[in-house]
């Protein structure tokens, strides 16, 4: 994670102390980037998280589903048969 201060500097425990804060607050994120701007007694902290990957899911023949791997060869039929529609 890299750490971008402004307007100002901070001891090394101090920016431990916000890199450990911001982790605890978004333990289910990943922090790329945090930008700190002093001013004065106040602190402005702006997170940068990376990208979150998603799959993506369909509804299919009355399923929601992701990829067709798991089909029979009757739900793969019923998949080549369907008509596709357009906007």
């Known amino acids: ?17 916000y890199i450990e804060r911001a ?4 333990s289910n994120k990943v922090i790329k980037s945090m930008d700190i701007s002093l001013d004065g007694d106040f602190v402005d902290i702006e997170y940068h998280f990376d990208d979150v990957p998603f ?13 067709l791997d798991r089909f029979n060869d009757a739900k793969r039929s019923e998949v080549g048969d369907r ?5």
Do not use: C
Not at 1 to 17: D, F, H, I, P, R
Not at 55 to 67: A, K, N, Q, S
Not at 83 to 87: A, D, N
């Open 55 to 67: 799959d993506r899911i369909r509804r299919i023949t009355g399923y929601l589903v992701g990829t």
């Open 1 to 17: 994670m890299t750490v971008n201060v402004t307007n100002g500097k901070l001891s090394e425990n101090e920016l431990n102390a």
């Open 83 to 87: 008509v596709k529609h357009t906007s």
């Open 23 to 26: 982790n605890k607050k978004y």
